[in-house]
């Protein structure tokens, strides 16, 4: 007789269920966190399988998510030397060129990136101030 086999099923949100993104900074790490929630078919209670989160820089549905519900500031950097190529790494893992843009030509961050860089910038001796910020009307 073959040994007995567990699955698991994953669940599939419904056409009503809603996308949710955060970050927030925690234990001074930046962290993100996603997950689904719907009225109808109950997905989104804590013991589904729709809960993700990470430190650092979130997976690109979940930076989306965090955009268009909150929008962008444009954070420039001043200062030599590799103070602010170090934080956007430690803080965010871009890639060498992203950070060579990102001190070149500022980095649209959400809010919470942006304030979490500023503060890992100034405690480093790097100047640094956001402006033109972008919003989305929706909220998610």
């Known amino acids: 007789m073959p040994e007995p086999t567990i699955g698991t099923l994953y669940c599939e949100p419904c056409p009503r269920c809603v996308f949710h993104a955060w970050q927030l900074i925690e ?22 399988c729709n809960r993700d989160e990470g430190w650092g820089r979130p997976p690109a549905e ?21 103070g602010p190529l170090r934080a956007f790494r430690d803080a965010l893992g871009l890639t060498m060129q992203e950070l060579r843009t990102a001190v070149r030509d500022g980095y649209r961050a959400t809010p919470v990136e942006a304030w979490y860089l500023t503060a890992l910038l100034q405690e480093s001796g790097v100047s640094a101030r956001t402006a033109g910020g972008s919003s989305s009307s929706g909220r998610m």
């Open 62 to 82: 979940v930076r989306a998510a965090v955009v268009a519900a909150e929008g962008t500031v444009l954070l420039r950097v001043g200062g030599a030397g590799g």
């Open 27 to 48: 234990r001074g790490r930046l962290l993100w966190m996603s997950e689904w929630e719907c009225d109808t078919c109950g997905f989104g209670a804590p013991e589904i």
